[in-house]
């Protein structure tokens, strides 16, 4: 797996630097709120678990599934919800926490979906953001590092569902694009 990557861009020491700064950030604008966490699976796995246990207050957990990328490294463009939350979200503070803000498209998709269940509050918290590659008008409330357009995998983030395991966050060879 190691011999894939062309290049390391985050380490897990500067990862979880920012993982500390957004923590501190969330403690600072949620501490007294209960607010509903919600983990966008599968990619935000490993920044939630790192995140979560560094917030000193009373939250819950909630967990959705979304996918606009068939595979490889381009999204489809139409995003699908495969979970729901179970929890009921009105009147509640919501953070949706995202391991990468890209095109806009996921977001753009849950946000509008979330709304729906009227909660009091509902911002984004994501790790990595690539702004260049916008596509909607979508800006998260809490970016932990803003990224080239560059395609990452690691530490939560695959390519055709590996390298999820890295424990930093890289780019890959492009042989391996050209020899899946
Ligand atoms: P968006 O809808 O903003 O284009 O993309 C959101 C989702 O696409 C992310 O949650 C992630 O699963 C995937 N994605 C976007 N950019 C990258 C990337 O550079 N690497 C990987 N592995 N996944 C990405």
Same mark, same amino acid.
């Given at each position: 797996?190691?011999? +894939?990557?062309?290049?390391? %861009?985050?380490?897990?020491? =500067?990862?979880?630097?920012? !993982? #500390? ?5 969330? $403690? ?21 678990? +790192?995140?979560?246990?560094? %917030?000193?207050?009373?939250? =819950?957990?909630?967990?959705? !599934? #979304? ?5 490889? $490294? ?26 990468? %803000? ?8 849950? !946000? #509008? ?68």
């Amino acid at each position: 797996m190691l011999q +894939d990557i062309e290049r390391v %861009l985050l380490t897990q020491e =500067e990862i979880a630097a920012h !993982v #500390a700064q957004l923590a501190a950030r969330l $403690t600072a604008d949620y501490a007294e709120k209960d607010p509903v966490l919600i983990c966008v699976l599968k990619g935000a796995v490993n920044f939630f678990k +790192d995140l979560v246990v560094q %917030l000193p207050f009373h939250c =819950e957990y909630e967990f959705v !599934v #979304a996918s606009s990328y068939g595979g490889g $490294t381009q999204t489809s463009g139409s995003v699908q919800l495969r979970k729901d939350v179970f929890t009921d979200l009105r009147g509640r503070h919501v953070v949706v926490i995202e391991d990468i %803000l890209d095109t806009g498209l996921t977001l753009d998709f849950l !946000v #509008a979906h979330l709304k729906t269940k009227e909660p009091a509050s509902l911002k984004i918290c994501t790790l990595l953001d690539k702004p260049s590659r916008r596509r909607v008008e979508l800006q998260a409330d809490y970016v932990g590092v803003t990224i080239p357009n560059e395609f990452v995998v690691g530490y939560g983030l695959d390519y055709n569902e590996h390298y999820r395991n890295l424990p930093f966050i890289g780019i890959l060879k492009p042989a391996v694009y050209s020899h899946p």
